[in-house]
C-alpha cells in the first residue's frame, strides 16, 4: 500500500514538473507554472517520506530544518539581480546530494548494506558521482565569479584546454576502472577528488560574462547526476526529474550562446572577456550629447510612438515600477508604449520579463527583438533603460568587433534615442558602443530609477 502510494505521488509530481515547465515557457502562466512545480516537488517528498526503507527519521528531519533555514533566505532576500549567482549556490547543493547519495550506496555496500554493485549499477553510480563532484566545485567556482568574490576575468595560461583534456580522459579511465572492479575503492575516490578538482579547472578560464551560461550547463550536468543517482537506487521520480532538468539546462546553455551569436565551444573554450576592447580608438573622446530631465520628459509627453528598452541598468537600478508609472503617464497623455525585449538583455533569460511583470505591465506590451526591430525607424523616441551591449550597432555592423554578429535590436534607427546609464561605462561585452555617440541619441545621466523619478514628474508637469 505504502508502495503504492510513494508510486502513485511520484506519477502525479511527474506530471505537475512537466506541466509547470510547459506554463514557464509563456510570461502570463509562468507564476503558475512554479506553483505547480512546487506542488509537484511538495508530492516527490512526502511520497518518500512514507517509504517504508527509512529507519529513522531523526537525520531526515534535521535535513529539513537546515534546508529550510539555507533556503528561505535565497528564495526571499536574494535580489533578481543575482539569480544566476543563487542558482549556481542551489546546483552545487543539489550536486552535492547526488555525490553523498553515490558514496553513501557506495560504501554501504561493502560495509553490510542490501544488493551488489553489478556493472550497471557501479556505471550509473560513477557517472552520478563525477558529474556530481565536477558540479559541486564548478558552480561555487561560477558563483564566486558572479559575486565577485573571485576575479571575473578568465583565469588562463599556455596548454590549459590540453591539461584539462587529459585531466578529464584520467577521470574517465578511472570511471572505466571502478564499473570493471567496483570493489577498489581507491579509483572511486580518487574519480570524486579529480572531478572536483577539474570543475574548478574548467569553469575558473571562463569569463564571468559567460558565467550564466555555464551555470545553465552545470544545471544541465546537475540533472544528469540526479537521473543516475534514480538508476542507482532505483528511483523513477529522479529519474524523470534528472533527465527535464538535464534537457532543459542544455537546450538553455545552446539557446543563450545562439543569442549571443556565440558557439557553444566559444564559450567553454574561448576565454571570452579578457581584454577590455574598444570599438573605435577614440571611443572615449567622440563627441557626446547629454540632456536634462526636463528635456527628455518633453520629448516623451509630445511623443506618438515611444518604445521601451530594458537592459541590464533597469535590474540594477530595480526601476522597473518607475518604467511602469512613466509609460502609463505617457500612454495617458496619447502616445503609443511598447517594450522592446532582447533574449539576453540583463543577466538571465527572460531577466526583463520577470521585473517588468512584477511592475504590473501587461504582457502584450512586450514585444520579441524579430517581433519590434521593423518599427524602430518609425519610432519618435526610444527610451534606452540601462541596455548596452543589446542595443550595440558594432554588432550588426563592424565585422571587427567581438560582438559582431549577435542579433541586435535596432535602436539607432529611431527618430531620437534617449539613453539611461550612470555614466560611460560598458556593459558585459566590455565594448564601447557608438549608439551613445551618434547624432539622435542623448543621454540622460544617473541612476536609472533615480532619473525615472524625475522623469516621471516633469511629464506630470509639462
Ligand atoms: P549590459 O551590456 O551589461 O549594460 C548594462 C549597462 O547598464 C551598463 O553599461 C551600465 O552603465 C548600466 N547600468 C548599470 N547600473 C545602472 C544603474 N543603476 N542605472 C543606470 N544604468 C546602469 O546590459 P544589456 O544591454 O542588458 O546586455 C546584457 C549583456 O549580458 C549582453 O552582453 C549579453 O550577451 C550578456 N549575457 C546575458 C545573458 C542573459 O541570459 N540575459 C546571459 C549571458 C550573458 P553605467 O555603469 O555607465 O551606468
Known amino acids: 500500500m505504502r508502495e503504492t502510494l510513494t508510486q502513485a505521488s511520484y506519477l502525479a509530481a511527474s506530471v505537475l514538473f512537466i506541466l509547470g515547465l510547459r506554463s514557464l515557457t509563456r510570461p502570463d502562466k509562468a507564476r503558475r507554472g512554479m506553483q505547480q512545480a512546487a506542488v509537484g516537488m511538495l508530492l516527490a517528498?512526502?511520497?518518500t517520506l512514507i517509504n517504508y526503507q527509512i529507519v529513522d527519521y531523526k537525520w531526515i528531519a534535521a535535513g529539513l530544518v537546515i534546508g529550510a533555514i539555507i533556503g528561505y533566505p535565497l528564495g526571499m532576500w536574494v535580489p533578481t539581480t543575482a539569480l544566476p549567482q543563487r542558482i549556481a549556490i542551489s546546483l552545487s547543493f543539489?550536486?552535492?546530494?547526488?555525490?553523498?547519495?553515490?558514496?553513501?550506496?557506495?560504501?554501504?555496500?561493502?560495509?553490510?548494506?542490501?544488493?551488489?554493485?553489478?556493472?550497471?549499477?557501479?556505471?550509473?553510480?560513477?557517472?552520478?558521482?563525477?558529474?556530481?563532484?565536477?558540479?559541486?566545485?564548478?558552480?561555487?567556482?561560477?558563483?564566486?565569479?558572479?559575486q565577485e568574490w573571485l576575479p571575473s576575468k578568465p583565469m588562463t595560461y599556455r596548454g590549459q584546454n590540453f591539461v584539462n583534456f587529459v585531466?578529464?580522459?584520467?577521470?574517465?579511465?578511472?570511471?572505466?576502472?571502478?564499473?570493471?572492479?567496483p570493489e577498489m575503492a581507491a579509483p572511486f575516490y580518487a574519480m570524486i577528488a579529480l572531478a572536483a578538482v577539474l570543475g574548478v579547472l574548467m569553469v575558473m578560464p571562463i569569463g564571468g560574462a559567460d558565467m550564466p551560461v555555464v551555470v545553465a550547463l552545470l544545471n544541465s550536468y546537475c540533472g544528469l547526476a540526479a537521473a543516475a543517482t534514480g538508476f542507482a537506487i532505483g528511483n523513477s521520480i529522479l529519474i524523470i526529474c534528472g533527465a527535464l532538468d538535464g534537457a532543459s539546462g542544455f537546450l538553455l546553455s545552446i539557446l543563450m550562446s545562439k543569442a549571443m551569436n556565440r558557439s557553444f565551444?566559444?564559450?567553454?573554450?574561448?576565454?571570452?572577456?579578457?581584454?577590455?576592447?574598444?570599438?573605435?580608438?577614440?571611443?572615449?573622446?567622440?563627441?557626446?550629447?547629454?540632456?536634462s530631465?526636463?528635456?527628455?520628459?518633453?520629448?516623451?509627453?509630445y511623443a506618438q510612438r515611444v518604445i521601451i528598452v530594458p537592459g541590464y541598468g533597469m535590474a540594477v537600478a530595480q526601476a522597473q515600477h518607475q518604467v511602469r508609472e512613466l509609460a502609463e503617464l505617457v500612454e495617458k497623455r496619447g502616445g503609443e508604449v511598447k517594450y522592446a525585449i532582447h533574449p539576453v538583455a540583463g543577466r538571465m533569460p527572460g531577466h526583463m520579463n520577470v521585473l517588468l511583470a512584477e511592475a504590473n505591465v501587461p504582457y502584450d506590451r512586450l514585444y520579441d527583438m524579430d517581433e519590434i526591430n521593423g518599427e524602430f525607424a518609425q519610432t519618435d523616441v526610444v527610451l534606452v533603460i540601462g541596455a548596452n551591449d543589446v542595443v550595440n550597432p558594432a554588432a550588426r555592423d563592424d565585422p571587427r568587433s567581438p560582438i559582431y554578429g549577435m542579433p541586435i535590436l535596432d535602436v539607432d534607427r529611431a527618430k531620437s534615442v534617449i539613453v539611461l546609464k550612470r555614466g560611460m561605462a560598458t556593459g558585459f561585452a566590455g565594448i564601447d558602443n557608438a549608439l551613445f555617440h551618434a547624432p539622435a541619441t542623448s543621454m540622460l545621466f544617473g541612476d536609472a530609477k533615480a532619473s525615472l523619478t524625475k522623469l516621471v514628474s516633469e511629464v506630470k508637469a509639462a
Open 167 to 181: 585531466l578529464f580522459a584520467l577521470a574517465i579511465v578511472l570511471l572505466v576502472t571502478v564499473i570493471v572492479r
Open 45 to 47: 517528498i512526502c511520497g
Open 94 to 146: 543539489g550536486a552535492l546530494a547526488s555525490v553523498l547519495v553515490g558514496v553513501a550506496e557506495y560504501y554501504s555496500v561493502f560495509h553490510g548494506g542490501e544488493g551488489e554493485l553489478h556493472s550497471a549499477r557501479m556505471a550509473a553510480l560513477g557517472f552520478e558521482v563525477l558529474l556530481g563532484s565536477l558540479t559541486v566545485t564548478g558552480a561555487l567556482v561560477a558563483c564566486g565569479k558572479l
Open 265 to 291: 565551444a566559444n564559450v567553454l573554450f574561448g576565454a571570452f572577456g579578457g581584454e577590455t576592447t574598444t570599438t573605435s580608438a577614440s571611443g572615449d573622446t567622440l563627441p557626446v550629447r547629454s540632456v
Open 293 to 301: 530631465a526636463e528635456d527628455a520628459a518633453i520629448q516623451l509627453a
